[in-house]
Antibody, heavy 121, light 108 residues
Framework: QVHFVQSGAEVKKPGASVKVSCKAS????????IHWVRQAPGQRLEWMGW??????NTKYSQKFQGRVTITTDTSTAYMELSSLRSEDTAVYYC????????????????WGQGTLVTVSS | SYELTQPPSVSVSPGQTASITCSGD??????VCWYQQRPDQSPVLVIY???RRPSGIPERFSGSNSGNTATLTISGTQALDEADYYC???????????FGTGTKVTVL
């Protein structure tokens, strides 16, 4: 079945970068967009951006533009966030987008287990 | 930027009906999906395209969307439904995916 496995927890100092991976299995990787979503402690889900592995197209939230880079290779998606600050402490999730092209509408049908990134001096 | 607003909390007695609203400008013109997130777990899709249930989601979960408000309804609420719930929509103007503010459902 469709499954995502994310890389392990990270602890970083302010100003550093972090790269989180998300390995997919159980489906044709190139046919579905993958999104990255983060959740700070006690806060809501926050969309960061997506990539379509089939052609490498990306779209980022304006909030993270210039600091986030989403890439893929083979069956793995990566999210790199630079210039880290304490407010970036959060659990980072990857999620697969499913879409109904005839009727419209999308949804995130499969999520990774999450990766905790802690930014602390 | 597009905003989706939910009530912070909803309380319900076991077996009763819980209704969670999600408000946004002309939300009825967009498709809405809903996610359940139990403590320390990843979100799980419970409703997509306003009212459709993924396989494996109990029939007690239902959804609607009209005007400026989408609603997730949990009928015959059970203790295991206690979780945070988030609505989500896509803003075509900015090509941005937006999550609601989240609602904590407590089963008393």
């Amino acid at each position: 079945q469709v499954h995502f496995v994310q890389s392990g927890a990270e602890v970083k100092k302010p100003g550093a970068s972090v790269k989180v991976s998300c390995k997919a299995s159980g489906y044709t990787f190139n046919n579905y967009a993958i999104h990255w979503v983060r959740q700070a402690p006690g806060q809501r889900l926050e969309w960061m951006g997506w990539i379509y592995p089939g052609n490498g197209n990306t779209k980022y939230s304006q909030k993270f533009q210039g600091r986030v880079t989403i890439t893929t290779d083979t069956s793995t998606a990566y999210m790199e966030l630079s210039s880290l600050r304490s407010e970036d402490t959060a659990v980072y999730y990857c999620a697969r987008e499913e879409r109904n092209y005839e009727e419209g509408g999308f949804w995130f049908d499969v999520w990774g287990q999450g990766t905790l990134v802690t930014v602390s001096s | 930027s597009y905003e989706l607003t939910q009530p912070p909390s909803v309380s319900v007695s076991p077996g009763q009906t819980a209704s969670i609203t999600c408000s946004g400008d002309k939300l009825g013109d967009k498709y809405v999906c809903w996610y359940q997130q139990r403590p320390d777990q990843s979100p799980v899709l419970v409703i997509y395209q306003d009212s459709r249930r993924p396989s494996g989601i109990p029939e007690r979960f239902s959804g609607s969307n009209s005007g400026n408000t989408a609603t997730l309804t949990i009928s015959g609420t059970q203790a295991l439904d206690e979780a945070d719930y988030y609505c989500q929509a896509w803003d075509s103007t900015t090509d941005i995916y937006v999550f609601g503010t989240g609602t904590k459902v407590t089963v008393l």
